[in-house]
T-cell receptor, first 111, second 114 residues
Framework: GQNIDQPTEMTATEGAIVQINCTYQ??????LFWYQQHAGEAPTFLSY????GLEEKGRFSSFLSRSKGYSYLLLKELQMKDSASYLC????????????FGGGTRVLVKP | DAGVIQSPRHEVTEMGQEVTLRCKPI?????LFWYRQTMMRGLELLIY????????DSGMPEDRFSAKMPNASFSTLKIQPSEPRDSAVYFC????????????FGPGTRLTVL
């Protein structure tokens, strides 16, 4: 099976930077996704990494190290609207490329 | 496009009743996924379809759960009989392919079984 770990909760201040880590143990890795989910809403796609390195999209960046089974999502210049859960999901080729999600990290942005 | 459409948005029922959740994927998407989300277990894949054919139903918890996709624009998830432990938010998602394509989630159905 797959084991995906991410912290349960993080708190940060408006304007600051927060880094959400995700570690995974699996075979047949075929990509890692980050989704954002506001309370009571559906998950929405943020980023996708399949090769090692950093992908930047505006205030959000995602990093992947395949050899270490590690990814992080970096949120810069935090805004109040960034308060949400952030879900790490791993795609496994042997499992028909379906996604397995971590438990999510709830980020609370304070003024 | 209107995105993935799910109905109902909220459902409250009594234990033992049949529940049917509905999903309309984004037009042109070949893959459709049913997920369940709870505080305890997070977001879990129940079943997914490719071109209306069920590919993997290993996440379906038990025989009380069944899913169908009679055509490319409609899918149902049925629970019969329902139990209180089935209370959760059920999401439907669709994607164009299963390669690198993003899964787009519907708004979810919040099910409460009393």
């Amino acid at each position: 099976g797959q084991n995906i770990d991410q912290p349960t909760e993080m708190t940060a201040t408006e304007g600051a930077i927060v880094q959400i880590n995700c570690t995974y143990q699996t075979s047949g890795f075929n990509g890692l996704f980050w989704y954002q989910q506001h309370a009571g809403e559906a998950p929405t796609f943020l980023s996708y990494n399949v090769l090692d390195g950093l992908e930047e999209k505006g205030r959000f960046s995602s990093f992947l190290s395949r050899s270490k089974g590690y990814s992080y999502l970096l949120l810069k210049e935090l805004q109040m609207k960034d308060s949400a859960s952030y879900l790490c999901a791993v795609r496994i080729k042997a499992a028909g490329n379906k996604l397995t999600f971590g438990g999510g990290t709830r980020v609370l942005v304070k003024p | 496009d209107a995105g993935v459409i799910q109905s109902p948005r909220h459902e409250v029922t009594e234990m033992g009743q049949e529940v049917t959740l509905r999903c309309k994927p984004i037009s042109g998407h070949d893959y459709l996924f049913w997920y369940r989300q709870t505080m305890m277990r997070g977001l879990e894949l129940l079943i997914y379809f490719n071109n209306n054919v069920p590919i993997d139903d290993s996440g379906m918890p038990e025989d009380r759960f069944s899913a169908k996709m009679p055509n490319a624009s409609f899918s149902t998830l049925k629970i019969q009989p329902s139990e209180p432990r089935d209370s959760a938010v059920y999401f439907c998602a669709s994607s164009l392919t299963q390669g690198t394509d993003t899964q787009y989630f519907g708004p979810g159905t919040r099910l409460t079984v009393l």
